[in-house]
């Protein structure tokens, strides 16, 4: 590794730290002000929209620059949206309401997922016209 | 109530893990279309949360280690995205997989937690 490279490395991590730290802090807001299951489902959903929105625009557009990504998508919204919690909420409650807030993060989450696409979609035709 | 710097330090140094986590699955698994990096993140942080849950653990530890560094660790959105991704790649049966194991692994990993915890 070059001291280029690891300069590089170092801003990525601080990067992703900044915006780790940033998001879990924003998702402990919703879980103050929602609790329970539905401040978990919001965040994860919500960070799901928005990683659509991001993830499809590097893909389609291109204009939000590679560190932007790192600080918004790698950190905040991985942070911001969280698996464990989920997971563990889905244990503690009785079967047919975790059974049920299962299906409906994943089918709300895709579905969250496939409106950013079309976000980013919407740029990509304003950017390519 | 917990000071907020707990839970942003621990978020911190887990979404940095994850992001080095991500990175070394990734590149073991280059040539695999399943996201192992994701998968790895969800179940060893569900497993990590389920413990201190499980253990008792005080509300500092709790938002330092739990919300913090395994709610960051672990990841919803990146998780969606990959899943519709493959889907719409034409992966369908890897897409299903994917939504399949990333919850039956937490689940898992949380059993796991709590035969180590004694409950």
């Known amino acids: 590794m070059t001291t280029v490279e690891r300069l590089r490395t170092a801003e990525l991590v601080f ?10 802090s924003l998702r402990h807001v919703v879980s103050l002000a929602v609790p329970g299951l539905g ?7 919500t960070g799901c929209l928005a990683l659509g929105v991001l993830a499809y625009e ?5 204009v939000v620059a590679e560190e932007t990504y790192y600080a918004a998508a790698t950190g905040f919204l991985s942070s911001f949206t969280t698996y464990s919690t989920f997971a563990l909420e889905v244990v503690q409650s009785p079967t047919l309401v ?4 299962v299906v409906s993060t994943y089918a ?22 | 109530m917990n000071p907020a710097y707990l839970i942003g330090a621990g978020a911190a140094v887990g979404a940095v893990a994850r992001y080095a986590t991500n990175g070394y699955v990734g590149r073991v698994t280059a040539d695999r279309r399943f996201p192992y990096g994701t998968f790895t993140v969800n179940v060893l942080g569900s497993f990590v949360l389920a ?4 253990l008792g653990a005080g509300s500092d530890v709790l938002a330092l280690v739990g919300t913090g ?3 960051s660790y672990t990841t919803f959105s990146s998780f969606s995205v990959d899943t519709v991704r493959l889907w719409e790649d034409g992966d369908r049966v890897l897409a299903v997989w994917n939504a399949a194991v990333n919850l ?6 949380i059993g796991l937690a709590a035969v180590v915890a004694g409950i």
């Open chain 1, 108 to 129: 709300v989450g895709f579905a969250a997922v496939l409106v950013g696409r079309g976000v980013a979609r919407t740029l990509a035709g304003v950017v390519g016209s």
């Open chain 2, 104 to 109: 039956f692994g937490a689940l898992a990993g």
């Open chain 1, 98 to 101: 975790g059974v049920g807030y």
């Open chain 1, 58 to 62: 590097a893909e389609l557009v291109g």
């Open chain 1, 15 to 24: 990067l992703v730290a900044v915006g780790g730290f940033a998001g879990a």
């Open chain 2, 69 to 71: 560094a395994c709610g």
């Open chain 2, 51 to 54: 413990l201190v849950t499980f």
């Open chain 1, 39 to 45: 401040g978990t489902f919001a965040a994860n959903v």
